[in-house]
């Protein structure tokens, strides 16, 4: 009996098969496409003409589009204020490896104009070339000394950071100014990057510390400077109140002309007649009597953690010997030091 049963159902079988295959085609429904969407070559023109490569979609990126289209598309950052750095700077042996220094500074630095001026009454080749292989945004400046100022006991600089606020004040006389800082940075002097972005890696540190977000007048320690390892403006409850000095603590600013200060662009441009004075300035009050035509002490900024940092030192290089350089014949090659 089971061995007539097993040989019916082989004879079946083949015959069940066939029908459910039959039943399953639908002769009313189209072919699927071999693909999703129409092929496209992996390189297709674009604008001008040129190759462009298209982008392989995948279901898990279609997805995150997807998703992403349906969120709020992010505003673009606004424009970083520029930093204005106006430098003097004057013919000697070191002056070109002075400005190499600081100018691998501020080649690091986003967003840096470098006003560089010269204490001569041309432009000197060495200086021309050095800015023209610089990769800075730059401007090069030149006005002369008088004669009768270049003597020991008097501020040096003076016609030259003064002819750098002309040109930024005529730069801007036109248009409605860009948010700016300007600061002068002596040739003579090292800068820490933290100055310029102090609070983008120092953890717990906000974005106000660094310089520029200067709204009118900000400070900060300077290193080696007035026959101490530093002075710095005193700060209480987030406000100067006195100096840290090695001279003259009744200065009413008592604060380095080249490293210790920096003035918004748009207080600059709202006090047109503010300069370094010639005459009527004591020695040491240059500052000072500059500051005093801008700003108040209740009003400045302490910058680098409440004046705690040192971020500048007043490096100034030692005076080179070149006593034996008479003694010898020159060299047949004219090289640039």
């Not at 699927?32 to 462009?52: D, E, I, K, M, N």
């Not at 100022?149 to 801007?172: D, F, I, M, S, V």
Request: glycine share 6%; charged share 25%.
């Amino acid at each position: 009996m089971k061995s007539a049963l097993c040989s019916r159902f082989f004879i079946l079988l083949p015959w069940i098969l066939i029908v459910i295959i039959m039943l399953d085609v639908d002769p009313r429904r189209p072919a699927p496409q071999l693909t999703s969407r129409p092929y496209f070559s992996p390189h297709t023109l674009g604008c001008g003409g040129s190759r462009v490569p298209l982008r392989r979609s995948s279901p898990g990126r279609e997805a995150a589009e997807k998703r992403n289209e349906s969120r709020p598309q992010l505003q673009p950052e606004p424009r970083l204020p520029t930093i204005y750095a106006i430098t003097p700077t004057y013919s000697r042996p070191v002056q070109k490896a002075e400005l190499t220094r600081l100018a691998n500074t501020f080649r690091q630095v986003a967003q840096l104009h470098w006003i560089l001026v010269e204490d001569r009454a041309t432009r000197s080749e060495l200086v021309s070339r050095f800015l023209a292989r610089a990769g800075l945004p730059n401007t090069h400046l030149h006005v002369p000394t008088p004669r009768r100022y270049k003597r020991p006991w008097l501020p040096r600089a003076t016609e030259q950071r003064n002819a750098g606020l002309a040109w930024l004040r005529q730069r801007h006389q036109h248009q409605s100014a860009q948010p700016g800082v300007l600061f002068f940075a002596d040739d003579d002097n090292t800068y820490s990057l933290e100055l310029f972005q102090e609070g983008l890696w120092s953890p717990g540190c906000s974005g106000a510390r660094y310089m520029r977000t200067t709204r009118k007048v900000s400070v900060w320690p300077v290193g080696l400077v007035g026959g101490r390892r530093y002075e710095r403006p005193l700060v209480k409850n987030g406000k100067v109140v006195g100096w840290y000095t090695g001279w003259r603590e009744d200065r009413p600013f008592a604060i380095d002309m080249a490293a210790g200060f920096a003035v918004s662009l748009q207080v600059i441009l709202s006090n047109p007649k503010a300069v370094f004075k010639r005459r009527g300035s004591q020695p040491g009050m240059q500052e000072s009597d500059f500051l005093k035509q801008i700003t108040t002490v209740e009003e400045l900024e302490p910058k680098a953690s409440n004046c705690t940092k040192v971020l500048v030192w007043h490096t100034r290089t030692e005076k080179v010997n070149l006593a034996n350089e008479p003694k010898y014949h020159l060299d047949t090659v004219n090289i640039e030091v």
